[in-house]
Each structure stands twice: as structure tokens, then as C-alpha cells.
């Protein structure tokens, strides 16, 4: 069953066109991930997913329901992390909202992102991925049917976006929410999605199954060098 | 961190309840509570009857009495209270001769209701005893401060008609009370064309008075002018206030001694100086004369003559003769 | 021992300066290197401060000022931020006043009194008005110009995350815009205190201004000081609560 059906979208800006007539279908409980050149259009599909902006033509179907405004089952986690300064991590995730559900369910989300400790700290005092997690536990505190993550992790060093990839994968997977990871990082695509699509020439240019991978560790890495060498030729048209 | 800010908060609380605290008790003290009485404002100027009336505290009691709640409103001179007066800002005018005049002449319309004694021993020109300045002939090429629009304009004016010197002759600056008072003290201007108490506070430090209102025929009488439909509409209320103003100023010359000390502590100034201010004049006021209106007319045609008017003011029709 | 040392001079150093200006300013009145008349020695102020004390003038004085000060900035403030605020928000509303309030901003104090004395008199209202005129305009430009930088990422993200405009307003807006507003209060208590001066020295017969116009008159050098000492320390006191205010509202700033 699918969650999100994008029909015929088409999106410009004046006479630029950025995506035309794009086709996809993003199935309940499955992860995604948008790959392609900066400037592409993989942010402006979603950000039309949720609702930020509006398709110049063409449907997209949320749920059964047509797209119409914010969509409010969905939330983004953005590029930069958005936090309110003058708010604590533990204000930052309560903010719509101070009822003893939600502050149950923020106490719940910092011990799950691992920043009990760090409830009452401002953002200024906090590491870049300790803010991605305050955001990430935020784009959850309204229990959403999608998660929309615009390339949440392009600032953190290496490791950091190691940790924080499991981190995302292992929610999203024990929660079975759906989510479209929107990056220019094809490694990243390869080792989190289940299906990579390419965003190229106002279209979709690709699509490419990323099962589970088995056998041995060197065996798997081969298979993901595999998968992401078919991805990047697409990209580049080779 | 969280603590200091408890004491930062408390601190910033405490002091805004105080400052509100300070804030009202000055909002009490700008308004009075009889609100019932009908309110006269009155503007003055420093040291004048009004002043002493408004110290000594009587005045305002009978005035409440009779139904009246006055207010007094202080000036630094009698151009500033000329434009109050003009605007209804205040009721009645305590000045010196001159300002009414320039006010008729710029088209006020205003009208003469009482008259004070003369005092033209008190008023003058300054000069420092150590300025060489001996004769009024002597002033030729010097520079003399006076304020436009009031009674030293035309003292001086007078003056230099005696000695025989025209405007031409000196250099003549128009300063503000406060302004001259400096330029003065401070030896930017030679002279300065004045009026008790500032002239006896500086008879009594190192300087004299060149001339006086009595060498050139220049009383100096104040008087008591409100606009004219005002005028028209409270007779009852001029003549009250011309009647206990009066009983104020008979308090003044029967009990001299008194009264000096009254004003040198409002005034803040020695009580030499106060005292040689009293001393020099007799304190009174009534109703308009044809004395004192025939005064005001020579400062009109005199100002006319110098140019100092552009119009042609006959005092006589803007004047109230109470009985 | 070594950190509340240096904590301890940078505490006193400041005022090293200051004390040590008071300190040559009397012995120079003193040993008259400096003529009493004009620059009266500061034991001397002092001493009037307690007599004008003692006669009741300068409480009451003060507390007249104060109160005109208070009224007046309570008004333009106010209004400023109130204009402000809608001038951020709102583009028609920018569109149909900003312009007119730049205009008026730029007119000085002084060139308004006489219109003030025709409009208002000399009551208190014209003093008040006075002040509030000094005081709308740096709160309104702040206001404008913090509303109108708030961030539209932080705005877009407000949005997609269900907030309503109330919301919007109270958890992003205004926090987002306070660090301005908050300069603007300080610059304002400052055009207060001028403010105040000239319309006490108009046609008053009380507050500071009043005793220090009446004082200039009289050439009472030692109350002239007074008044200055007391504007003085009034604008350090308002200026000092103003950045203890500053320090709650904007803790998150500091890392």
C-alpha cells in the first residue's frame, strides 16, 4: 500500500523548470532516499511532499487524501537544524505543545537519542550531532506517519554521521515510520534505503532496489561499492 | 547559573516597585486633590508678587475660600508668559511693562486688568564695578546683554536715548535670563539690562547699577494682564486677586524682616540680597491707572519710533478699568 | 585564589579613573588651582545635596522627574513597539506608516516645543509627551528591524511543524526579535533622560531640569553640578537595570 503517490507533478519557478511531470510511489513503512546534483529538484519534491510548497501541476496523494497546504502527518528534518536558540533541548521539543502526554513523550525521546543529560542546555552549548539529535527527537515528537530528512547530516564529521545514520535507521525501522532521505551522499543512500531513486533532468532518471544485503562483511561491502557504482553512472550518464 | 539570576530577578523587581513607588509620589505631587473649584492659573516669575503671594501661602487659602483653586505656573520671562497666555495655557499674567506691549503689537489680543507699584530703583544696567564704565556715554562700543520682548528692552532702549547714543552705537545681544546670566558673570558682555533680584545680587558682588528706572523716568511697573475675553467674562476673579494680592504685599512692607527671610529661602539666595531688593521698593497692587497706562503708551510709541514694533499700539483700548 | 584575584581587579579597575578624578578635583578646588565659583569642590556638592535634601526639594524634585520620565517612556515605548511590531509584521501596515515615522524621527526635540506649548500648553502633558515623543522612535526602529530579521528558516520550520500564528508569534517572533527590542529599550532610557531635560527646562516649576534652569539663573553653581550628578546616575541606574534585564532575557546566547 502506498503512503504517498506523486502524480504527474510538475514544479517551476517562472520559467524554470525544476521537476516535469514526475511520477512515484513511496510505499507504507519503506525508506527511501533522493539522490542526485545539487539544484536537481530532490528538495522541492520534498518539500512539496510535505506541504511547504505548492506543484505548478499535478496531484500528489497523501494517505488517500490529496496534498492540500502543510501536510501535518509529515515533518522535516532540516539541512541545519532549526533549533530555537532561546529555548532548551527539552523546551525545543515541547514547544507546540506542554502536556504531560508530550512531556512523557520528550523525556521518552531524549533517553532514546541519548540526551537525558542535556535537557535543560541551550543549543549554543551543544556538539552539531547532539543538535541533529535534539532535532531529530523533535521531527518525532508528533508521532509522524512520514519523516522528511532534507540532508539532515551533511555538516557532522565521519564518525558522528555514522552514528547518527544507525541512530535514524534503527527508529525508523522499530517504529516502522516511512522516510524519504533526500542527500547528495550516495554512500549514505546505499547503506540506509531500500530503494534509491535519481533525480535528473526535471525527472526521475533511476531507480535501483537496495535489498539486505548478506554474507560476509567484505562480501557486503563489495555488493553496496556495486549498488552505488550503478547509481553514480546514472547520475553522471555514463 | 540559575541562581544568580533568582537574585537578578528579585533585585530587578524590588527596583521597579520603588521606582513605580518614587514615580507616584511625583504623579502626587503634580496633581492637587480639590477638584471642585474652579482652577485659575496664574504664571509669575521668579521672585515677583506672585511669588511671594504663591510662598507665603495665604493667597491660594483665601482663594480656595471664595471657590477658586489656584494654580501657579513659573516663568523665566515675560515673552514666554506672553505665548502662554496667548495659547490659554494660563489665565493671568504677571509681567513686567514691556512684554504686553510687544504682545499687542503682534497682535494679541490681551487686556491690562491691574497694575503694581513702580520699582525703578531695582531695575537697571549692570555693569562690574572694575569695568571702567562709568557714564552711560561710556557704553558707546561696548556689548550689553538684554532679553527681547521684556522690560530691559526697554530700559535700555531708554538709556541710550538719554545719553544721547543710538542702537547703532553699541552692540547689543538678546539672551535668555539664564544665558546672560553666564555671559556676564563670565565677562562676554560689558553690560546688562536687568531687574531685581538679579540686580541686587550682583550690586552685591563687585558690580553697580550704571543707571536706573528712576534716572530715565522708567518705573518698571508690573502688571497684571489676562486675555481680553477672559478679562471680560471674570471681572469678580481679577478683583479678587488683585485684593489679596495686595493684602500680601502690605504684609510684605509691615513685616520686612519676615518676608526676607521667606523669600531668600524660596529663592534660594543671601538675605542681603533679598533684603536689598525689599528694602529698595514699596509693595503694592491695585487697579489699573491712568498713570500706568500712559507709561505702558510711551514703551509703545518709543518702540514704534526704534522700530522695534511694526505696528502702532494704543494701550488705552485694551484696558480694563475695574471698580 | 589566582581566579578571585583577577575576578577582584577586573571588578575595581574600572573605577580606579573615576575616584581618582574625584580625588584631583578636590584637592584641585582646594588648593585653588581651580576657581570655586565655577567648578565647586564635590564636598561641597555633596553638602548641598543634603541640604537641598533636608528642604525636601530634591525628593520631591526627583520624584517629579521620575515621574514624567516613567509616563512618557511607558507611552512612546509603547506605541513604539507597537507600531513596530505591526511594521514588521505586516507589509500594508509598513507600506502606510513607515515612511511618515522616518520622516518625523529625524525632526529634533527642541524644534517641536514651541508646537507643543500651542498643542498641549505647558501642563504636564507636554512634558510627558515630550518624552514619549524621545522614546517612540529607537524602540520602533528596533522592534521593526528585530521583527522583520527574524529568520525565515526558523519561521518555515515553525510552520511546518503545526505552530499556530499566536504561537508563531510568542515562541519565534518575538524571542527571535527580543535581543533588539531589548537594544532599543536602552538607547530609548537614554533619549528619556534628554528628553526630559529640555522639557523641564521649558516652563516648569519642579523636576530636576526645573531646579537646574532655576539654579542657572541664580548662578548656584553647586546645584547646577547636582543636577548633572543626579542625571548622571539616574542614567546609569536606568542603563544598569536595563542590562541586568538584558542578562535573564538573553541567557541562551552565551554558549
Known amino acids: 500500500m502506498n503512503l504517498v503517490e506523486v502524480k504527474q507533478v510538475s514544479k517551476a519557478y517562472g520559467k524554470n523548470t525544476i521537476l516535469d511531470t514526475v511520477d512515484l510511489n513511496i510505499q507504507k513503512g519503506s525508506f527511501i532516499a533522493l539522490v542526485g546534483m545539487s539544484g536537481g529538484g530532490k528538495s522541492t519534491l520534498m518539500r512539496m511532499i510535505a506541504g511547504l510548497e505548492e506543484a505548478t501541476s499535478g496531484v500528489i496523494v497523501f494517505n488517500g487524501h490529496k496534498v492540500r497546504g502543510l501536510n501535518k502527518e509529515a515533518r522535516i528534518m532540516f539541512q541545519d537544524d532549526r533549533l530555537l536558540p532561546w529555548m532548551t533541548v527539552m523546551e525545543n521539543l515541547t514547544f507546540a505543545n506542554k502536556s504531560p502526554e508530550k512531556l512523557a513523550k520528550a523525556k521518552e525521546l531524549l533517553e532514546l537519542t541519548d540526551l537525558t543529560e542535556h535537557y535543560d542546555k541551550y543549543p549554543t552549548a551543544l556538539s552539531g550531532g547532539q543538535r541533529q539529535r535534539v532535532a531529530l527527537a523533535r521531527a518525532l515528537m508528533s508521532e509522524p506517519k512520514l519523516l522528511l530528512l532534507d540532508e539532515p547530516l ?13 541512530l535514524i535507521l534503527d527508529i525508523c525501522q522499530k517504529q516502522a515510520i516511512t522516510t524519504v532521505l533526500v542527500t547528495h551522499d ?41 549498488t552505488e557504482q550503478k547509481v553514480l553512472d546514472v547520475i553522471y550518464g555514463i | 547559573m540559575a541562581k544568580s539570576h533568582q537574585l537578578r530577578k528579585i533585585f530587578i523587581v524590588v527596583f521597579l516597585i520603588g521606582w513605580l513607588f518614587i514615580a507616584y509620589f511625583g504623579w502626587k505631587q503634580t496633581t492637587d486633590t480639590s477638584s471642585k473649584l474652579t482652577t485659575i492659573t496664574i504664571g509669575y516669575q521668579a521672585g515677583d508678587e506672585f511669588d511671594i503671594a504663591k510662598t507665603r501661602g495665604e493667597f491660594a487659602k483665601k482663594m480656595k475660600k471664595a471657590g477658586y483653586k489656584v494654580k501657579f505656573k513659573e516663568f523665566q520671562n515675560g515673552s514666554a508668559e506672553m505665548q502662554a497666555l496667548a495659547t490659554g495655557a494660563i489665565d493671568y499674567a504677571r509681567t513686567g511693562d514691556t512684554p504686553p506691549v510687544t504682545a499687542l503689537a503682534s497682535g494679541t489680543n490681551l487686556t491690562y486688568v491691574g497694575a503694581g507699584g513702580s520699582k525703578e530703583q531695582g531695575t537697571g544696567i549692570l555693569v562690574k564695578t572694575s569695568s571702567g564704565i562709568n557714564s552711560l556715554s561710556d557704553l558707546a562700543g561696548k556689548k550689553i546683554a538684554y532679553t527681547q ?20 552705537d553699541v552692540e547689543l545681544v538678546s539672551l535668555d535670563q539664564s544665558a546672560a546670566a553666564v555671559a556676564y558673570e563670565k565677562g562676554k558682555v560689558d553690560a546688562w539690562a536687568n531687574w531685581d533680584p538679579q540686580t541686587s545680587r550682583l550690586e552685591l558682588n563687585g558690580s553697580k547699577l550704571l543707571v536706573n528706572g528712576s534716572d530715565i523716568s522708567d518705573n518698571n511697573r508690573s502688571y497684571l494682564v489676562a486675555s481680553t475675553s477672559f478679562a471680560k467674562s471674570n471681572k469678580k476673579v481679577s478683583k479678587l486677586i488683585i485684593k489679596y494680592l495686595n493684602q500680601d504685599m502690605q504684609w510684605v512692607n509691615k513685616n520686612q524682616t519676615k518676608a526676607i527671610k521667606m523669600m531668600a529661602k524660596s529663592l534660594k539666595l543671601s538675605t542681603s540680597v533679598v533684603s536689598k531688593m525689599v528694602k529698595r521698593r514699596t509693595y503694592s497692587f491695585g487697579y489699573m491707572t491712568k498713570t500706568a497706562v500712559q507709561e505702558s503708551q510711551d514703551i509703545a510709541n518709543l518702540f514704534y519710533e526704534q522700530g522695534v514694533i511694526k505696528k502702532k499700539v494704543n494701550v488705552k483700548s485694551h484696558v480694563q478699568y475695574l471698580k | 585564589m589566582k581566579k578571585a584575584k583577577t575576578n577582584f581587579w577586573t571588578k575595581v579597575y574600572p573605577w580606579i579613573l573615576p575616584v581618582a578624578i574625584i580625588v584631583f578635583w578636590q584637592i584641585a578646588v582646594q588648593t585653588k588651582l581651580i576657581n570655586s565659583q565655577y567648578v565647586p569642590a564635590p564636598s561641597a556638592i555633596v553638602a548641598q545635596a543634603i541640604k537641598s535634601w533636608q528642604a525636601g526639594t530634591l525628593q520631591k524634585n526627583i520624584s517629579i522627574s521620575l515621574y514624567r520620565a516613567t509616563l512618557g517612556f511607558i507611552w512612546g515605548g509603547g506605541l513604539g513597539f507597537f507600531f513596530g511590531l505591526f511594521s514588521g509584521i505586516s507589509a500594508l501596515f509598513r507600506a502606510t506608516f513607515d515612511s511618515t515615522i522616518q520622516m518625523l524621527r529625524n525632526i529634533p526635540h527642541m524644534a517641536l516645543i514651541p508646537l507643543i506649548i500651542l498643542v498641549l500648553g505647558i501642563d504636564e502633558s507636554a512634558k510627558i509627551f515630550l518624552v514619549a515623543v ?21 519561521l518555515e520550520m515553525g510552520r511546518s511543524y503545526d505552530l499556530t500564528n499566536w504561537q508563531l508569534f510568542t515562541k519565534i517572533i518575538f524571542p527571535g526579535a527580543l535581543p533588539t527590542i531589548l537594544m532599543g529599550v536602552r ?69
Open chain 3, 134 to 154: 524621545g522614546t517612540f522612535f529607537p524602540i520602533y526602529i528596533n522592534t521593526y528591524h528585530g521583527i522583520s530579521s527574524v529568520s525565515e528558516d526558523l
Open chain 2, 149 to 168: 520682548g521684556t522690560s530691559s528692552q526697554y530700559l535700555l532702549l531708554k538709556a541710550l536715548q538719554k545719553a544721547g547714543l543710538s542702537t547703532s
Open chain 1, 154 to 166: 551533511g555538516a557532522l564529521d565521519a564518525l558522528t554521521r555514522q552514528k547518527m545514520q544507525d
Open chain 3, 187 to 255: 538607547y530609548s532610557l537614554g533619549t528619556m533622560w534628554v528628553s526630559l531635560i529640555v522639557a523641564e527646562t521649558v516652563s516648569a516649576d519642579s523636576g530636576i531640569g526645573y531646579m537646574s534652569t532655576n539654579a542657572q539663573q541664580f548662578m548656584n553653581v553647586k546645584i547646577i553640578y547636582l543636577c548633572i550628578i543626579i542625571y548622571a546616575l539616574l542614567g546609569k541606574l536606568s542603563d544598569f537595570m536595563a542590562k541586568q534585564l538584558e542578562i535573564i532575557s538573553l541567557d541562551w546566547q552565551k554558549a
Open chain 1, 186 to 226: 550516495i554512500a549514505e543512500a546505499v547503506r540506509m534505503a531500500d530503494k534509491i531513486y535519481v533525480i535528473k533532468d526535471q525527472g526521475i532518471s533511476g531507480r535501483f532496489d537496495n535489498p539486505n544485503y548478506t554474507g560476509s562483511a567484505d562480501e557486503q561491502r563489495l555488493q553496496r561499492d556495486h
